[in-house]
């Protein structure tokens, strides 16, 4: 999902949260006057292209899986009569210096993962306006998932180790030690009923934080590791495990592999690993996985692309369908919807880190 973050010296940190508020609340209205601009001199806000299905043969497109919010936005081209911000603008500010990584939604609330010191940020989509809602414990946040009683499931890189936190008031309801090995990068995480399971890109293994009557969190002990075997090979040098999500049916995990960029099916009782037939597409530079119904996006980050996959139930082979580019696309590396939208924070990997590099959150349709 991403590689180290390059740290620097900086401010205090009750300086440097007040820092990243007023930049973002003085700059907001500076980039979305910039990315209007692109816009307005572009095709569009995104474009669809590459492989398509052969004539004649249905295209499916993913529909609302009951997971997004019922929402209705606002127009995006152009701010209205009242000269006010746009409503759910298509981009918007991070904190300068942010590096952010993962993404997770709910509501009307994006949450937003810091590579530098595991800050973590919540943007109001209507506005783009956002504050630190929990601070880090000083290494990378990376892939999240927020689940209905509003707990917010971290991955926490080089630390070997992952957290929940609550949406309401930030305070982390639970930490996990996965591995004390090096080298280890926990990258991303997805839920399912009774677990939340992890990628590490630096170790053959996922691991599994069961979960007990009603999501109830349990103790370090009862954490697992489950070694990947099968079809799997373990690069030692580049990333591994990256994105996961389920299969359609439910059944089984799905995870991309960044060094390969192949897709397995994981059986989650035994870490059996089998290839998913893509009829030769590559998933180069996989990264954040989501799923919708029998739709699999996939975002190839240095790339700057999302590759969308019909997927048979099981899991086992599927078909690239079209890509999803964006003029505004920045090194993307994890998604999440939100209604028709996904919405992906720029890494900008390819841009020197500074504490005065911009990042920024971009918008697409489905």
């Given at each position: 999902?991403?590689?180290?973050?390059?740290?620097?010296?900086?401010?205090?940190?009750?300086?440097?949260?007040?820092?990243?508020?007023?930049?973002?609340?003085?700059?907001?209205?500076?980039?979305?006057?910039?990315?209007?601009?692109?816009?307005?001199?572009?095709?569009?806000?995104?474009?669809?292209?590459?492989?398509?299905?052969?004539?004649?043969?249905?295209?499916?497109?993913?529909?609302?899986?009951?997971l997004?919010?019922?929402?209705?936005?606002?127009?995006?081209?152009?701010?209205?009569?009242s000269?006010?911000?746009?409503?759910?603008?298509q981009q918007?500010?991070?904190?300068?210096?942010?590096?952010?990584?993962?993404?997770?939604?709910?509501?009307?609330?994006?949450?937003?993962?810091?590579r530098?010191?595991?800050?973590?940020?919540?943007?109001?989509?209507?506005t783009?306006?956002?504050?630190?809602?929990?601070?880090?414990?000083?290494?990378?946040?990376?892939?999240?998932k927020?689940?209905?009683?509003?707990?917010?499931?971290?991955?926490?890189?080089?630390?070997g180790?992952?957290?929940?936190?609550?949406?309401?008031?930030g305070?982390?309801?639970?930490?996990?030690?996965?591995?004390?090995a090096?080298?280890?990068?926990?990258?991303?995480?997805i839920?399912?009923?009774?677990?939340?399971?992890?990628?590490?890109?630096?170790?053959?293994?996922?691991?599994?934080?069961?979960l007990?009557?009603?999501?109830?969190?349990?103790?370090?002990?009862?954490?697992?590791?489950?070694?990947?075997?099968?079809?799997?090979?373990h690069?030692?040098?580049?990333?591994?495990?990256?994105?996961?999500?389920?299969?359609?049916?439910?059944?089984?995990?799905?995870?991309?592999?960044?060094?390969?960029?192949?897709?397995f099916?994981?059986?989650?009782?035994?870490?059996?690993?089998?290839?998913?037939?893509?009829?030769g597409?590559?998933?180069?530079?996989?990264?954040?996985?989501?799923?919708?119904?029998?739709?699999?996006?996939?975002?190839?980050?240095?790339?700057?692309?999302?590759?969308?996959?019909?997927?048979?139930?099981?899991?086992?082979?599927?078909?690239?369908v079209?890509e999803?580019?964006?003029?505004?696309?920045?090194?993307?590396?994890?998604?999440?919807?939100?209604?028709?939208?996904?919405?992906?924070?720029?890494?900008?990997?390819?841009?020197?880190?500074?504490?005065?590099?911009?990042?920024?959150?971009?918008?697409?349709?489905?």
């Amino acid at each position: 999902m991403s590689r180290q973050p390059v740290r620097q010296p900086g401010p205090t940190l009750a300086a440097r949260h007040l820092g990243r508020t007023l930049a973002v609340s003085v700059g907001l209205s500076a980039l979305l006057l910039t990315s209007l601009t692109t816009a307005s001199a572009t095709a569009g806000p995104e474009t669809v292209t590459g492989t398509r299905a052969a004539a004649g043969t249905p295209v499916k497109h993913s529909a609302d899986d009951g997971l997004c919010a019922p929402r209705q936005f606002g127009r995006n081209a152009a701010t209205g009569t009242s000269g006010r911000a746009p409503a759910f603008p298509q981009q918007f500010a991070l904190p300068a210096g942010f590096q952010p990584e993962g993404i997770a939604i709910a509501g009307t609330k994006g949450y937003f993962g810091s590579r530098v010191d595991g800050d973590i940020w919540v943007a109001d989509l209507r506005t783009g306006n956002g504050r630190i809602l929990s601070e880090g414990p000083g290494t990378a946040s990376l892939g999240m998932k927020v689940d209905g009683q509003g707990r917010l499931f971290v991955a926490g890189a080089a630390g070997g180790n992952g957290r929940v936190i609550d949406t309401r008031t930030g305070k982390v309801l639970a930490s996990y030690t996965f591995t004390t090995a090096t080298p280890t990068f926990v990258n991303d995480v997805i839920l399912t009923k009774d677990a939340a399971w992890f990628t590490d890109s630096r170790q053959p293994v996922l691991y599994k934080v069961p979960l007990g009557r009603h999501g109830k969190l349990p103790a370090q002990s009862a954490v697992t590791s489950v070694p990947l075997s099968g079809d799997y090979v373990h690069d030692p040098v580049n990333n591994n495990g990256n994105g996961i999500s389920l299969t359609p049916d439910g059944r089984a995990l799905i995870i991309v592999q960044s060094a390969t960029g192949t897709l397995f099916r994981v059986d989650p009782g035994t870490g059996a690993t089998k290839a998913t037939d893509l009829g030769g597409a590559v998933m180069t530079n996989g990264d954040g996985l989501l799923l919708s119904n029998d739709t699999l996006y996939v975002v190839q980050n240095r790339l700057n692309k999302i590759a969308v996959l019909d997927l048979d139930r099981r899991g086992t082979s599927g078909r690239l369908v079209r890509e999803i580019t964006s003029p505004h696309f920045d090194v993307p590396t994890t998604a999440a919807f939100f209604g028709q939208r996904i919405y992906l924070p720029n890494a900008r990997f390819t841009t020197p880190p500074t504490p005065e590099t911009e990042y920024s959150v971009t918008a697409v349709g489905r």
